[in-house]
DNA sequence: AAGATTGTCAACCGCATCCGT
DNA sequence: TACGGATGCGGTTGACAATCT
């Protein structure tokens, strides 16, 4: 195609040209991107089909804000590579270096380069409070477990004994299946996937604590620890 | 309530690199 | 080996949303 001739489009994508870019990726695969306006009629370049399949489109993608273990590896890699957007965001599945780049900026860029004692304390802190919390967070659901199994302990007696484990639930040393529907609201899965997202929630609180300390205390001291659905 | 400031993120641009001819 | 097109990368911009004053 003869760029010159061609008026391309620019700007936001509309869902009518993601529908099209997507069925082409469906039927040519990835790459060959200067073939997409010509097979598709879409009025994009080939550097704005990529880019827009790399970074927003893949089926692969992790939506979602990034976690402070993805956080955790950003540093670590930043640290060692420096501004190697792409070379990161390999250890870092589902996320673009686009979005790597992008938090990075945000979070941890600052004007000329380096961090005051000030910000660096507090990025301490704010770690500090993380592995508080996880350890907190542990004990938790060591203390929750422990109570899982008196429950299933009396259960065991009421039921007169007739229940066994299974091969399974001997080997994970784990409550036997057959009282999940009496011991968990729903599936053990539920309650760990809630346990999470729960995390994640909580960090970002820590963020916002550390960015608007007089106007988020009293939301978090409101708040309490997450605790499994029964 | 409204304007100013700051944060977020999708998208663009220029340059570098790769690869086929 | 040189050349040109395709692709990849990192820096930057701009629009919009959220928050502050």
């Not at 700007?11 to 060959?32: C, F, N, S």
């Not at 600052?110 to 660096?120: A, L, P, Q």
Request: proline share 4%.
């Amino acid at each position: 195609m003869e760029e010159h001739l061609v008026s391309w489009r620019k700007g936001p994508w509309t869902a009518e040209e993601d529908q099209l870019l997507i069925e082409h990726v469906k039927l040519h695969g990835e790459g060959r991107w200067n073939s997409v306006a010509k097979l598709t009629g879409l009025k994009r370049n080939a550097k704005s089909c990529r880019l827009r399949w790399v970074n927003y489109l893949r089926p692969d993608l992790k939506r979602g804000r990034i976690t402070p273990h993805e956080e955790r590896i950003i540093l670590e890699l930043h640290a060692r590579w420096g501004n190697r957007w792409s070379t990161i965001a390999r250890s870092l599945p589902g996320r673009t270096d686009n979005e790597i780049k992008n938090y990075w900026r945000t979070h941890f860029k600052k004007k000329g380069g380096i961090m005051s004692s000030e910000e660096s304390a507090k990025l301490k802190t704010r770690l500090l409070k993380r592995q508080k919390f996880q350890q907190e967070q542990q004990k938790q659901l060591f203390l929750q477990k422990n109570e899982d199994m008196k429950r299933v302990l009396l259960l065991l007696e009421e039921s007169d004994n007739k229940v066994t484990w299974s091969q399974q639930d001997m080997v994970n040393n784990e409550i036997p299946s057959v009282f999940y529907p009496l011991v968990f609201n729903n599936s053990q899965h539920v309650v760990e996937t809630t346990m999470n997202e729960d995390f994640t929630l909580w960090d970002g609180l820590w963020n916002l604590e550390d960015l608007y300390p007089a106007t988020t205390k009293g939301c978090v001291q409101n708040l309490t620890m997450p605790t499994p659905i029964f």
